[in-house]
T-cell receptor, first 108, second 115 residues
Framework: SQQGEEDPQALSIQEGENATMNCSYKTSINNLQWYRQNSGRGLVHLILIRSNEREKHSGRLRVTLDTSKKSSSLLITASRAADTASYFCATGNTPLVFGKGTRLSVIA | DTEVTQTPKHLVMGMTNKKSLKCEQHMGHRAMYWYKQKAKKPPELMFVYSYEKLSINESVPSRFSPECPNSSLLNLHLHALQPEDSALYLC??????????????FGPGTRLTVT
């Protein structure tokens, strides 16, 4: 069963702009996780936010969590061409089930 | 060492062949996972091992047979595969689940082609 659902499915921005991706889920969670996947490679864990947290930062990443709306957002500030990848959210109250992901293209 | 290694990187096999995928981690993680990923799709969970015991099998066909010889190694034995099994196979590891499931560390994957 699919837990996380990312939006938009695809996003294209210019280098230096901010990128925002959203994730909605259906059940209560212990935590929510974001991952990045470069084309044809393994996933890389970006950030984990617990259900009692509302916002978390890691470098140029900012994640918010609204458990009342069952949604989360990932903001990448000052994007770089190297940020081009697919981004997935997954809820951490079951073995991770990934949504379809957002494909981000950052154009230099 | 936060690396998960997978071998081989690429594998081409016929439908009558038997082959194995290997995964190794040295982070002391007690949970290990196999995922299957088709192009432009999210990874799909296949198996979960927790403390070397199979804890979750997501209704995977028996032509896929997982094995966890010890806490650092995870194998996926393949036999009589179909062309539709061609995909990227990802291994991951994490701390054993407690109140929630922890962040997972993924290997680079094995690109499998079944001819």
């Amino acid at each position: 069963s699919q837990q996380g659902e990312e939006d938009p499915q695809a996003l294209s921005i210019q280098e230096g702009e901010n990128a925002t991706m959203n994730c909605s889920y259906k059940t209560s969670i212990n935590n929510l996780q974001w991952y990045r996947q470069n084309s044809g490679r393994g996933l890389v864990h970006l950030i984990l936010i617990r259900s009692n947290e509302r916002e978390k930062h890691s470098g140029r990443l900012r994640v918010t969590l609204d458990t009342s709306k069952k949604s989360s957002s990932l903001l990448i500030t000052a994007s770089r061409a190297a940020d081009t990848a697919s981004y997935f959210c997954a809820t951490g109250n079951t073995p991770l089930v990934f949504g379809k992901g957002t494909r981000l293209s950052v154009i230099a | 060492d936060t690396e998960v290694t997978q071998t081989p990187k690429h594998l081409v096999m016929g439908m009558t062949n038997k082959k194995s995928l290997k995964c190794e981690q040295h982070m002391g993680h007690r949970a290990m996972y196999w995922y299957k990923q088709k192009a432009k799709k999210p990874p799909e969970l296949m198996f979960v091992y927790s403390y070397e015991k199979l804890s979750i099998n997501e209704s995977v066909p028996s032509r896929f047979s997982p094995e966890c010889p010890n806490s650092s190694l995870l194998n996926l034995h393949l036999h009589a595969l179909q062309p539709e099994d061609s995909a990227l196979y990802l291994c991951a590891s994490s701390q054993a689940p407690g109140e929630g499931w922890y962040e997972q560390y993924f290997g680079p994957g094995t690109r499998l082609t079944v001819t």
